[in-house]
């Protein structure tokens, strides 16, 4: 079965829906029942009659009406009758949101199994136990448990993120939201007795709003299903891994987290390196990545980057950085040196990195961008802004996204400060231009189209290889 | 001579004070005059009489009082004339503001090189040219030409920061002033033509709101100068440094910029190994190291590292990082398992890393941060704060500063989210708590404390057997 009903149910029932207001039962009640959610919401608790003014139902049987997503927060002991009361209600899918299953010990894993065995012969596919379930901002499927005045709910995006672990993703989201980084959808997998991130990215590859897909996992069950899937994803898409327990203390401390067995680190590198997903090293890069891959073309023959800056240093430094990293600064061909030395004051030099020095205002940015976007010898663009000189102005932003839709090059964008660097660089972020705030990190996402670009080309050449094999 | 001049000068002249508020002259004459700076402030300009109501001076000679400091705003061209005006007039100390020397070629090097002479046989120190100078959030003294609606002013605070890029240091104030992060003293030191990181080590030692040195350069002139001095000043307090042109191509890039031979990379990670500075590899780090190394208690005896946190996922995650750079996991003693474990709730298991389960409030951090820090296997903590769950109020942030002031021992947090979680993170910075987004970030963090630790008692068997010798 597929996992339409997780993301686009017409009814969804909450299963432990509860009247007090910090129980996560009413937390997941009140997300559906009071957002823009377009199905019908049904509240199931056999203690109560009425939870924010909906009618409450003793158990799901009684709701009169097809039941698509059941959400369970319950006391784990209960969930397996819970259960049973979806498969005879024929419920499409369910999330189960309680904890104190495998991750616990022996007597969780016995009532894990139990659930486990009891679905395999059903329709009913199951996401958790264990986890905290969906965000879809779209169908506004939102089964966080966690009040959105602490854990801030993301805009809609083209970012969709699974994560083994709950807390990590609730903490990560709450985050995007506050840097205006949206998402297409969030899925926490937890203890994956039966949905997992093989699951999830087959469906994912084929979600039109996804066009980029971070999973951060402590363990992959289905090994060789994971190979064949996600390098049939990677084709379309890039997917950017963080891995949790990659050194033997880290891998002790996931068994006890979601009880899973994290397995050999190299292991899973070189399973990830063989279907081209992207690894981060940590949660930064997670994130850095993701955002540039998201929404910036890939470099197309020419992969050399030009560096355009108002300040020397970070110049210096994102040179650097390219360097150790193996990415070529482009040599900027005759006419753009003629251009740039036409029009830059005579104390700018007109190479690369570009120092377009401390007086640099928009104009110059824009015709500094012009010049070196329209250079053959230009691959992608690094763009430094730091907008502490009152000569910078925010419409230096419509000169970086000028320059964006003229060439279609990638662009990124470095920038540091405070309250005003913060506001421009949330207005490049709604231009799907990524802004970091020290140049290493700049570079570095820089690396990340490189790599994936290298990744397509090398599935290419495979295929042609195959092709011509036949 | 001393440069107590630059710091807490009696009197200051403006020599290029203007009445245009853009203009670099009106913006450094504004923050003396309308600051809380005590001294005297003296506007110089032939061509004005009246700036923000203060009687301009046509030239320094004019001025019927003694200057202690005079800042430069002029063109490169007159900036000669105005230094033999403070010669005559002895001036103690001059910051030249102005660009235009060495980093423009050979005419501005004649230029440098003719003031450079010129000072040689007097007492008048100069810091610059090409920079923009001095902050002193205690003084007052503050000669950067960016209006503070750009570039916000940081508080007080007990790091000093030395940079020879000047707009890689405007933009780190702004953000450090952002984030809440403290200063002592900022100096940017631009072409160095008197004035050096030499000559700045060798003050900030003796500074006693100073207890963290920053310094990022491109290139150090007085090599062996350097060595002497900064191997003294690491033995007082750790010095943090960032090398820019590290690399050919940033190199390269350097000798446009400052105008200085960045020189061989190797070379210099020897000098900063051989005095025991802390080596930032990026800009990130630069920060996440000065804000531990600053206020946080170098660990006694016991190293090894207790992880309390209320996500699992970031527990794992720091815990690899930890077994990346060779930090020991402390294993808690008897007392600490059975303290936990009477007092955890039993879902929760007590060994370190210590997940305190989702539902952890700050009582049970309390309990758990008196057991952990009470142990004396355990001699540094991480934090890990995720406060996206209802159970976390910022009472947590009582419970850690008071096992803080208790135990006495380095404290790290780790913490990511939105609005909440940056109230709480500016809550233990207050307390000098440095709080780190990302696990590895914190991690990293108190890796550097622990290379800072190695540093000392690496110079002090040094120095016993350099004694034992004689």
Same sequence: chains 1, 2.
Avoid at 223 to 240: N, Q
Avoid at 324 to 331: N, T, V, Y
Avoid at 363 to 392: F, H, K
Avoid at 441 to 450: D, G, K, Q, T, V
Wanted: proline residues 5%.
């Amino acid at each position: 079965m597929g996992l339409e009903a997780f993301f686009k149910p017409k009814s969804v029932a909450v299963i432990g829906a509860s009247r007090e207001s910090r129980k996560f039962g009413h937390v997941i009640f009140k997300n559906f029942a009071q957002s823009e959610f377009e199905g019908k919401t049904y509240p199931v608790n056999p203690k109560a009659e009425k939870i924010l003014g909906f009618k409450v139902y003793p158990s799901l049987k009684e709701i009169p009406d097809e039941v698509d997503l059941a959400v369970i927060a319950l006391p784990a002991a209960i969930v397996s009758s819970a259960i049973n009361d979806c498969l005879s209600k024929n419920v499409k899918a369910a999330v189960i949101i309680s904890g104190g299953f495998k991750e616990t010990g022996e007597k969780g894993e016995k009532l894990e199994n139990e659930i486990k065995k009891r679905i395999t012969v059903s329709n009913l596919r199951i996401i958790g136990p264990n986890c905290i379930g969906i965000y879809d901002p779209t169908s506004h499927v939102d089964t966080l448990f966690l009040p959105t005045y602490r854990l801030r709910r993301p805009k809609p995006g083209a970012i969709a993120f699974i994560t083994q672990s709950g807390a990590f993703g609730a903490a990560i989201l709450d985050w995007a939201s506050s840097q205006d980084i949206g998402i297409s959808k969030f899925i926490s997998i937890g203890n994956k007795i039966d949905v997992d991130e093989v699951d999830l990215l087959n469906y994912l590859a084929e979600d039109s709003l996804t066009t980029c897909i971070i999973l951060y996992v402590e363990s992959i069950e289905r090994g060789r299903e994971f190979l064949k899937v996600a390098s049939k994803v990677i084709e379309r898409k890039p997917l950017v891994v963080l891995k949790g327990g990659t050194t033997p203390e880290g891998a002790n401390a996931a068994l006890s987290h979601t009880g899973s067995m994290a397995g050999a680190a190299n292991v899973y590198k070189g399973a990830f390196e063989q279907v081209g997903a992207i690894q981060a090293q940590n949660v930064d890069e997670l994130f850095d990545y993701a955002r540039v891959l998201a929404y910036q073309p890939i470099p197309k023959a020419q992969t050399d980057v030009a560096i355009v800056t108002n300040g020397g240093g970070f110049g210096v430094i994102s040179t650097d950085e390219a360097s150790r990293l193996g990415i070529k600064l482009a040599s900027f061909n005759k006419e753009t040196t003629k251009t740039l030395k036409e029009n830059l004051p005579d104390y700018a030099i007109p190479r690369n990195p570009l120092d377009l020095v401390g007086d640099a205002d928009a104009e110059r940015y824009r015709m500094a961008l012009n010049a070196v976007a329209s250079d053959p010898n230009v691959g992608v663009l690094l763009v430094i802004v730091l907008p502490q000189t009152s000569y910078i102005e925010s419409d230096v932003v419509d000169a970086i996204t000028e320059c964006q839709v003229t060439y279609r090059k990638p662009i990124v964008v470095c920038s540091i400060g405070g309250n005003f660097t913060q506001v421009m660089a949330k207005m490049l972020e709604e231009e799907h231009i990524p802004t970091y705030v020290t140049p290493e990190r700049a570079i570095n996402a820089i690396n990340a189209l490189l790599m994936y670009r290298k990744v397509l080309e090398d599935k290419k050449r495979k295929q042609r290889r195959t092709e011509a094999a036949k």
